[in-house]
């Protein structure tokens, strides 16, 4: 699976971005998918995850402000993130896991950088 992120840029605090991750040379639908984040100086955290059912789960720090979808018709996996705050700066990182956890993907991330 190869995975191409897009959507990341310099926000005002309060704004919103979209994140995108387009995946191609599998079945997409049958991936769990995740979105991670990794600050200067701090690990890589996730962020959201939907899975192959469309179950999603959220760190505390971005539930109500972030949400997670994905359209298994354009074999994309989307983050929405509303009322950013600087604390969100970070590059994101979208990733692909098979059933059983037998193979993990990662895409190239995309820097979000929340600043006034």
């Known amino acids: 699976v190869q995975l191409q992120a897009c959507g990341g840029g310099l926000v005002l605090p309060g704004g919103s971005l979209r994140l995108s991750c387009a995946a191609s040379g599998s079945v997409f639908s049958i991936y769990d998918m995740a979105w991670y984040r990794q600050a200067p100086g701090k690990q890589r955290e996730l962020v959201a995850a939907i899975t192959s059912e469309f179950k999603t789960n959220y760190a505390d720090s971005v539930k109500g402000r972030f949400t997670i979808s994905r359209d298994n018709a354009k074999n994309t996996v989307y983050l929405r993130m509303n009322s950013l705050k600087p604390e969100d700066t970070a590059i994101y990182y979208c990733?692909?896991?098979?059933?059983?956890?037998?193979?993990?993907?990662w895409g190239q991330g995309t820097l979000v950088t929340v600043s006034s």
């Open positions: 990733n692909a896991n098979s059933p059983f956890g037998l193979l993990n993907y």
